[in-house]
């Protein structure tokens, strides 16, 4: 039986060739090669997986990164596993640099918290660890019942700004909620500048009107008890969009961890330019970028949007020249052999506060 000396293979679970792109720069940091596999879709949409090498006892990483059609990515990861740990492969790990599903990790009205059944699902196809980076909220690492390595964006994403950004000295970080403060103070510390927090919204984004919390509760007339009282649920109301914190003359950096729907960092960079802001940049680790955001981009305020590459997106940079990638292959090719080897993970989370 052929084995490598190295022990460990790398493998790519995607079908399109746009999403192996980081998978072969991983390899080549490492300097193996990528493992023999076959990803491919059946003409009735299911998906097929065939490796054509020998796993038997060794240490296996998936490389899956999340296109568009997020179903279908998740569905590849899955059969590849099984695959592999029908194989015998000693341990599966899926490096998976934007955990889909993530902002659905709470329950809302009716719904399910989907990244918990996510998580049931990778264990019960064989993965046995998790390497991913910047979870959307931190707590999702609890919904498994394997180690998770949540690394870190924002080294990479401060070094772009100290190089990239000219007079950077004399901008300040912009939280467009107060949600994102915590991110962007960690930011401002390292960075040593200024924050500032966009507060209040134009209209209510939520639809929770429907779901009955917010509406007075229903006069009955009985006659006989009338059982508990409840005192009267004030409705919610965000206040007019104001700033917290001088941006004028400065330019302005709005850090998050996803950009999607680039209308709220539209709005935001709108109201940063009416406050005196010069130049408006937008750092998130990943830029999932849907439906018309490079139009929107292209044509708001927006000077600069930075996203790491934990998400192909080549089509929209085509679309929007305002879209700039920063290659975080290093620290997942880092991750992959401290693992293999045994080492501490600690390097790599040095200087890393518990808010970014």
Same mark, same amino acid.
């Given at each position: 039986?052929?084995?490598?000396?190295?022990?460990?293979?790398?493998?790519?679970?995607?079908?399109?060739?746009?999403?192996?792109?980081?998978?072969?720069?991983?390899?080549?940091?490492? /300097?193996?090669?990528?493992?023999?596999?076959?990803?491919?879709?059946?003409?009735?949409?299911?998906?097929?997986?065939?490796?054509?090498?020998?796993?038997?006892?060794?240490?296996?990483?998936?490389?899956?990164?999340?296109?568009?059609?997020?179903?279908?990515?998740?569905?590849?990861?899955?059969?590849?596993?099984?695959?592999?740990?029908?194989?015998?492969?000693?341990?599966?790990?899926?490096?998976?640099?934007?955990?889909?599903?993530?902002?659905?990790?709470?329950?809302?009205?009716?719904?399910?918290? %989907?990244?918990?059944?996510?998580?049931?699902?990778?264990?019960?196809?064989?993965?046995?660890?998790?390497?991913? &980076?910047?979870?959307?909220?931190?707590?999702?690492?609890?919904?498994?019942?394997?180690?998770?390595?949540?690394?870190?964006?924002?080294?990479?994403?401060?070094?772009?700004?100290?190089?990239?950004?000219?007079?950077?000295?004399?901008?300040?970080?912009?939280?467009?909620?107060?949600?994102?403060?915590?991110?962007?103070?960690?930011?401002?510390?390292?960075?040593?500048?200024?924050?500032?927090?966009?507060? /209040?919204?134009?209209?209510?984004?939520?639809?929770?009107?429907?779901?009955?919390?917010?509406?007075?509760?229903?006069?009955?007339?009985?006659?006989?008890?009338?059982?508990?009282?409840?005192?009267?649920? &004030?409705?919610?109301?965000?206040?007019?969009?104001?700033?917290? /914190?001088?941006?004028? /003359?400065?330019?302005?950096?709005?850090?998050?961890?996803?950009?999607?729907?680039?209308?709220?960092?539209?709005?935001?960079?709108?109201?940063?330019?009416?406050?005196?802001?010069?130049?408006?940049?937008? &750092?998130?680790?990943?830029?999932?970028?849907?439906?018309?955001?490079?139009?929107?981009?292209?044509?708001?305020?927006?000077?600069?949007?930075?996203?790491?590459?934990?998400?192909?997106?080549?089509?929209?940079?085509?679309?929007?020249?305002?879209?700039?990638?920063?290659? %975080?292959?290093?620290?997942?090719?880092?991750?992959?052999?401290?693992?293999?080897?045994?080492?501490?993970?600690?390097?790599?989370?040095?200087?890393?506060?518990?808010?970014?």
């Amino acid at each position: 039986m052929n084995v490598p000396k190295s022990g460990y293979r790398v493998f790519s679970a995607n079908s399109s060739a746009a999403c192996t792109e980081l998978a072969k720069k991983i390899t080549e940091r490492l /300097g193996v090669e990528l493992g023999k596999s076959v990803v491919f879709q059946e003409s009735n949409r299911e998906t097929r997986v065939d490796v054509k090498e020998s796993v038997r006892g060794q240490t296996i990483f998936i490389i899956q990164t999340i296109p568009r059609d997020v179903n279908t990515a998740i569905m590849e990861l899955l059969v590849m596993a099984y695959a592999l740990k029908t194989s015998c492969a000693k341990n599966i790990i899926g490096v998976i640099p934007y955990f889909p599903y993530s902002k659905q990790c709470k329950m809302r009205k009716r719904g399910s918290i %989907v990244s918990k059944l996510l998580a049931s699902m990778l264990a019960k196809a064989g993965l046995t660890h998790i390497i991913t &980076m910047d979870l959307h909220q931190k707590e999702i690492q609890g919904f498994f019942s394997f180690p998770v390595d949540n690394l870190r964006a924002s080294p990479f994403l401060i070094q772009y700004i100290q190089e990239e950004i000219p007079d950077y000295r004399n901008a300040i970080i912009v939280a467009k909620s107060p949600a994102a403060a915590k991110r962007a103070q960690s930011y401002a510390e390292r960075l040593r500048l200024g924050l500032a927090v966009i507060h /209040g919204e134009a209209q209510c984004s939520e639809s929770d009107m429907a779901d009955g919390r917010h509406s007075p509760p229903c006069v009955r007339n009985t006659t006989g008890h009338t059982g508990l009282e409840l005192p009267l649920m &004030m409705a919610k109301e965000k206040p007019p969009i104001t700033v917290v /914190g001088d941006v004028g /003359g400065r330019i302005a950096i709005i850090v998050d961890d996803i950009i999607d729907d680039v209308g709220d960092f539209v709005a935001a960079a709108e109201i940063l330019k009416e406050r005196g802001a010069y130049k408006i940049y937008i &750092m998130a680790t990943h830029g999932l970028l849907s439906a018309d955001a490079p139009r929107l981009i292209e044509e708001s305020a927006i000077d600069e949007v930075v996203v790491t590459n934990t998400v192909p997106h080549e089509v929209q940079k085509l679309q929007c020249p305002k879209i700039k990638t920063v290659d %975080v292959s290093m620290i997942l090719a880092e991750a992959i052999r401290r693992i293999h080897n045994g080492e501490s993970m600690a390097y790599l989370f040095r200087n890393i506060t518990v808010d970014d």
